[in-house]
């Protein structure tokens, strides 16, 4: 209960007493309806959406697999791994991973990038299993996906509660994102967010995708006055927790062959909550 209480916080005790014995919270894969069921550390919360057809299996690299079906899996990347290929490094990433993960299955099993997080984010991200599921998916991603949530920690105290940040994100030569004002040449982007927690040092977010444009997230918290942890290439000076404080915590779609709703959630990094236990000690 406290840990759903903290994740869903536009939900009351009884809103989520109603979820639990309407069988829709799953623990690694498992319903549970018990409100005192005791987590421990690595444990993956599903709340809704139908039952994974995995229990959170583990993959080379710590990658976690928290669905999978005949045409998508959606995966728990750690920080630190790439989503796909670069020039410096080719093998360990979560493509890599899965590809030889699926390919244990059947040699001729492939698997289709759909979307991408940054190399020291964490969370939840959704790969195809055929073609034509990615071609759905990236035709029509804006329709399909409802819900793109993350939590992010924030060097200093942001004064309000709650808030929107629009701008057009622009890329310069050196592959870096800013932001400004001017829409010529540049992607509308659209961030909403609002404070979980303060810290005397750091403030937590819960912050949702209106657009998903490349690195929207940190440029737009640095637009704010408050870039994300040990995020130097958006402005940050602060390395309280030994990665950069990005997490993808939840995500929402409509099944691209199925049609079905489907809701995915990851829970915070330990790290995360640690920082700020620390801090009211």
């Known amino acids: 209960m406290t840990f759903l209480l903290a994740s ?8 989520i007493k109603s979820l639990l014995s309407n069988h829709q919270v799953f623990v690694d894969g498992q319903m549970t ?6 987590l421990k550390p690595g444990h993956v919360v599903q709340i809704g959406g139908e039952r994974p057809t995995t229990t959170h299996a583990p993959v080379k690299n710590d990658l976690s697999i928290i669905f999978e079906d005949d045409d998508i899996i959606v995966i728990d990347k750690p920080a630190g791994l790439l989503t796909i290929a670069t020039e410096n490094e080719k093998s360990r990433t979560a493509y890599h991973a899965l590809s030889a993960y699926v390919k244990s299955a059947h040699p ?4 289709f990038i759909v979307h991408r997080l940054d190399r020291e984010t964490s969370g939840l991200l959704l790969f195809a299993k055929n073609l034509h599921t990615q071609q759905v998916l990236q035709q029509n991603w804006e329709e399909i996906v409802t819900e793109r949530t993350y939590v992010a920690i924030v060097e200093g105290l942001v004064p309000k509660d709650n808030g929107t940040i ?10 870096v994102v800013y932001s400004n004002q001017n829409p010529k040449g540049g992607k509308k982007a659209v961030t909403h967010y609002k404070v979980i927690r303060r810290s005397k040092t750091n403030s937590m977010l819960e912050v949702n995708l209106e657009t998903g444009r490349k690195n929207q997230i940190r440029v737009h918290m640095q637009d704010l006055g408050h870039s994300i942890i040990n ?4 402005g940050a000076t602060t390395n309280p927790i030994g990665r950069m404080g990005l997490h993808a915590k939840r995500l929402s779609f409509t099944h691209p062959i199925t049609k079905k709703n489907m809701q995915f959630q990851s829970p915070n990094p330990k790290k995360f909550l640690l920082l700020f236990c620390k801090s009211h000690q």
């Open 8 to 15: 869903l916080p536009g939900k009351n005790r009884n809103n």
């Open 33 to 38: 309806s018990q409100f005192n069921f005791k």
């Open 108 to 111: 001729a099993n492939k698997i």
């Open 166 to 175: 629009t701008s057009y994100l622009h890329e310069n030569n050196a592959l």
């Open 231 to 234: 995020d130097k290439k958006y």
